[in-house]
């Protein structure tokens, strides 16, 4: 019988590997509790809510935090994750000697069309585990804001958010840590099956 070990990488393994080229420019990878993961395809939908959301949240942060996209967070010594958006700490450096960490990091937000189910049963309990404080997943197949807050574990040793709320398309909500701000979520999902309430 043959055994085979699966590699697994540490945050700084596979910093390395991207520094010295291995992996190939425009690669969408992103490292999970040491497994390299290859990002799904991102459709309209999605491309459209990305450019939506690059507009709208940075004018309700604007020198208080800093927005950024598609760029790394450093969760763990096994994680890395690249999500859509973070709203995280300004510093100094604009983060050029490390990535930021949990601490630095006010709000994590995916959106997801076909990594909706991953985006849930992976990251959620991944950025819980890492007391990620705030966590939104722009859900684009059912066309809500699902917002998740309050990271704890649970007695079976798995991590979750103590509360979920979810927001339609027609509201509005205020950014975590920005109590005077009201995101209105019509500028962001795209214009279509929106539903009512």
């Known amino acids: 019988m043959t055994?085979?070990?699966?590699?697994?990488?540490?945050?700084?393994?596979?910093?390395?590997?991207?520094?010295?080229?291995?992996?190939?420019?425009?690669?969408?990878?992103?490292?999970?509790e040491g497994e390299i993961i290859e990002m799904a395809a991102k459709g309209t939908l999605h491309e459209t809510c990305l450019r939506r959301m690059l507009r709208e949240p940075p004018k309700l942060i604007g020198e208080k935090a800093t927005w950024?996209?598609?760029?790394?967070?450093?969760?763990s010594n096994t994680s890395e994750p690249e999500p859509d958006?973070?709203?995280i700490q300004n510093?100094?450096?604009?983060?050029?000697?490390?990535?930021?960490?949990?601490?630095e990091t006010l709000l994590i937000i995916e959106v997801a069309d076909f990594t909706l189910n991953y985006d849930k049963k992976v990251k959620l309990p991944l950025y819980a585990?890492?007391?990620?404080?705030?966590?939104?997943?722009?859900?684009?197949?059912?066309?809500?804001?699902?917002?998740?807050?309050?990271?704890?574990?649970?007695?079976?040793?798995?991590?979750d958010y103590r509360y979920k709320q979810t927001f339609l398309p027609n509201e509005a909500i205020a950014l975590p840590n920005f109590p005077n701000s009201s995101l209105d979520?019509?500028?962001?999902?795209?214009?279509?099956?929106?539903?009512?309430?």
């Open 129 to 159: 585990a890492a007391g990620i404080s705030d966590y939104w997943i722009f859900n684009l197949v059912d066309v809500l804001l699902e917002t998740y807050r309050e990271p704890y574990r649970m007695n079976s040793g798995k991590f």
């Open 3 to 32: 055994v085979t070990k699966v590699k697994r990488f540490t945050r700084d393994e596979y910093d390395r590997l991207s520094e010295i080229g291995f992996f190939s420019e425009g690669d969408r990878l992103e490292l999970i």
């Open 185 to 197: 979520l019509a500028k962001v999902f795209p214009p279509i099956n929106q539903p009512t309430n």
């Open 85 to 87: 958006f973070a709203i």
């Open 91 to 103: 510093r100094e450096d604009d983060y050029l000697d490390s990535h930021p960490t949990p601490a």
């Open 68 to 75: 950024q996209c598609q760029s790394s967070i450093a969760l």
